[in-house]
């Protein structure tokens, strides 16, 4: 996961204040990792655990707009709350704010979205 974060740091020409290893290590806390993730396959992970490294991944490049296409699809009712959280929480997320975009056809998800367009 780390290298999965890293990888998108590097490829998004920035400059950090830190090291992107610290960085990336504090971004993956912050959406619910506890330990090191290095060495572990993001392939091999939960699919929890898989969308908890793309928001990080999205979080790492300080990207003004996350558009999330299908965030909870193939997740359980809790799994899916997570993911979800995490995305509310990052919208307003220190001094930043952003657009979190959720792309769904579930009805409960966009139910709990901040606004709502429903595309025919």
Sequence with gaps: AEGNVLYAMDASN???????????????????FEEVTSGLPVGKMSALDQRRVAIARALSCEAE??????PTAG????????????????????????AIIVVTDNPEVANQMEHCAELE
Excluded: S, T, Y
């Excluded at 920035?14 to 619910?32: D, H, S, T, Y």
């Excluded at 707009?65 to 299908?70: L, P, Q, S, Y």
């Excluded at 359980?76 to 919208?91: E, M, P, S």
């Design 65 to 70: 707009v996350i558009i999330a296409d299908e």
């Design 75 to 98: 997740l359980n009712r809790d799994d899916a709350a997570v993911v979800l959280g995490l995305l509310k929480k990052a919208k307003r997320d220190e001094d930043r704010k952003r």
């Design 14 to 32: 920035r400059n950090f204040l830190q090291p992107k290893p610290v960085i990336a290590r504090e971004l993956l806390k912050r959406v619910g």
